[in-house]
């Protein structure tokens, strides 16, 4: 089983920073892409970035700047820097995997914590 778990998200002011972790566990072969999804209320889940195992990065043009995507020594945990946070940047935030375990490579989601910024 594979479970990824994400911690860091809460209350901040417009113009603060909040630091995204996710950590996968479990019958873990390899992990190919991590990376941040979120949704607010009303919306389409939507990618924020991504990282690839080799370190290659992709942002959605909303967050370009202001977020950056890391990946930890380990390979097994994902960061997601948030500056200069708007209001619109107000979602529950998902981490995603692209992991290979023993039946084939499968995407998982973490459970999602929530991230609000007010004005």
């Known amino acids: 089983q594979v479970q990824l778990v994400e911690s860091g998200g809460g209350l901040v002011q417009a113009g603060g920073s909040l630091r995204l972790s996710c950590v996968a566990s479990g019958n873990i072969f390899n992990i190919n892409f991590m990376g941040w999804y979120r949704q607010a209320p009303g919306k389409q889940r939507e990618l924020v970035a991504r990282?690839?195992?080799?370190?290659?990065?992709s942002y959605a043009d909303s967050v370009k700047g202001r977020f950056t995507i890391s990946r930890g020594n380990a390979k097994n945990t994902v960061y997601l820097q948030m500056n200069s946070l708007k209001p619109e940047d107000t979602a529950v935030y998902y981490c995603?995997?692209?992991?290979?375990?023993?039946?084939?490579?499968?995407?998982?989601w973490g459970q999602g914590t929530q991230v609000t910024v007010s004005s």
């Open positions: 995603n995997a692209d992991i290979g375990v023993l039946s084939g490579r499968k995407d998982y």
């Open positions: 990282i690839s195992n080799g370190g290659r990065t």
